[in-house]
């Protein structure tokens, strides 16, 4: 090794440096590794020892790490890089890639809060050193958006918001309320609060998107329908199933009038719909968008899909509750075979032939429906207490079983499956 005494110690860091980074473009990268070490080791030497070209060995030593998959140690020297990069310099290239760098090895390591957290700071920081305007390059913008849904996959709820609210603030005051740009991250964050169980302020911020989706690309556009069906969904979960409903059957009409046969949003037009007529307890509005739903997902995906499994459990299910008995257990004998040719999950099929039951107890078929029962009951229990299933589903089926039992002349079951009706909590 050169004296380094001898030599300026800068002069032979830069030296060392680009040495190091000619070894990187030729893959050798162990030979890299060796010189980024005694580099480290050297600046370590050195008391408070921070220049550019500091943050650029920690940084680029980090990512010759990175490209040999050693991620837990190449964020280790990029925190050494980003400790100081705001307090060295103001050049927001150097920060940007020290920040996008170091939140990538985060998330490789699936540190998803701590990604977030370090664009959040870079974000913000930036825009304190050019005076109040976030830069937000799209490769930045890319990042942060898959590093806020990752949080938001895992609950992380707070950090989702925060980087969220940083972007829509950046792209506000960059490109404007009346933007593309603008809006999108606005209904990121939307989105955010919404899963987040803040219905109130995704609804307002809603609101606000609405205004903004209108003038930019028109009531009628599709991404106008989808702004009117996403405030309908916020509206609905804050308790205005009336009021939200309304605005679904609009949004409808918008969607079969203005776009014709744009199958996909008129799909989620219509499940939002369904839920929402389902909370209401309007059984024919459930059934109408079972079946539309039916036809659309035969459209898209074919005859034998999940999608179109469920909507067709969704129409038997409406059937019966329209107490249309028969209806309903034509349509879920045929839905169970389907299942069982599908190989649908436990957890579906157990579903179906419960509907099964429940229909054959309307039809006055009750030992059918307890054949159905005596075997499904306790399946429908195991599901429960692996909390596969909710207890309240529990109550109703054996109310099934009850009446079963009682029609069939098992008096004492009968008796026994009564009490515990009347003396289990079942989550009312």
């Known amino acids: 090794m050169a004296n380094v005494n001898e030599l300026d110690f800068n002069e032979y860091l830069c030296e060392k440096y680009n040495e190091a980074n000619e070894l990187n473009r030729k893959q050798r990268r162990d030979e890299a590794v060796y010189i980024f070490e005694e580099l480290v080791d050297l600046i370590d030497t050195q008391e408070d020892y921070y220049t550019e070209l500091t943050i650029k060995i920690f940084s680029n030593y980090a990512q010759t790490l990175a490209s040999m998959g050693r991620f837990r140690e190449a964020s280790q020297y990029e925190e050494r890089a980003f400790e100081i990069v705001f307090d ?62 990752a ?26 309320k009346y933007s593309a740009e603008t809006i999108e991250s606005q209904s ?10 803040d219905s109130l302020s995704a609804k307002n911020i809603c609101v606000d998107i609405l205004d903004a989706v209108y003038v930019v ?73 079972a079946k539309r739903l039916r036809v659309l997902h035969e459209q898209k995906n074919g005859s034998y899909s999940t999608e179109v499994i469920n909507d067709e459990y969704n129409i038997a299910s409406s059937l019966s509750l329209l107490e249309r008995n028969q209806e309903s257990l034509d349509a879920s004998e045929i839905l ?9 999950d436990e957890g579906f099929q157990l579903k179906v032939n419960l509907l099964v039951a429940h229909n054959l107890n309307n039809v006055a078929r009750n030992e059918e429906a307890l054949k159905i029962l005596r075997y499904a009951v306790p399946m429908l229990e195991k599901r429960c207490a692996d909390g596969l299933e909710n207890p309240l589903r529990l109550h109703s089926v054996k109310f099934d079983l009850l009446i079963a039992l009682s029609a069939t002349g098992n008096d004492e079951e009968a008796i026994k499956i009564a009490d515990e009706l009347l003396n289990t909590d079942y989550g009312f």
């Open 88 to 149: 060295v310099t103001s050049e927001v290239e150097i920060i940007n890639i020290v920040t996008q760098n170091l939140a990538r090895y985060y998330y490789k390591l699936g540190r998803y809060v701590d990604a977030a957290q370090t664009l959040i700071t870079a974000i913000t920081t930036i825009a304190e050193v050019q005076g109040g305007n976030e830069t937000l390059e799209p490769n930045v913008l890319q990042d942060a958006r898959v590093y806020a849904k």
């Open 151 to 176: 949080c938001i996959k895992t609950q992380e709820y707070d950090t989702a918001i925060k980087l969220d609210e940083v972007l829509f603030k950046g792209n506000l005051s960059k490109f404007g």
């Open 188 to 197: 990121d964050l939307a989105w955010d609060y919404f899963k987040s169980g």
């Open 217 to 289: 690309f028109g009531k009628f556009s599709e991404a106008g329908i989808e702004a009117k069906r996403m405030l309908a969904l916020f509206t609905g979960n804050c308790g205005e199933i009336e009021t939200a409903t309304s605005m679904l059957w609009e949004t409808l009409a918008y969607c079969d009038n203005e776009l014709g046969e744009n199958v996909d949003e008129t799909i989620q037009i219509l499940e939002t719909l369904q839920m929402m007529t389902g909370v209401s307890g309007k059984s024919e509005d459930v059934l109408f968008c």
């Open 336 to 344: 169970l075979k389907k299942a069982k040719e599908m190989n649908m």
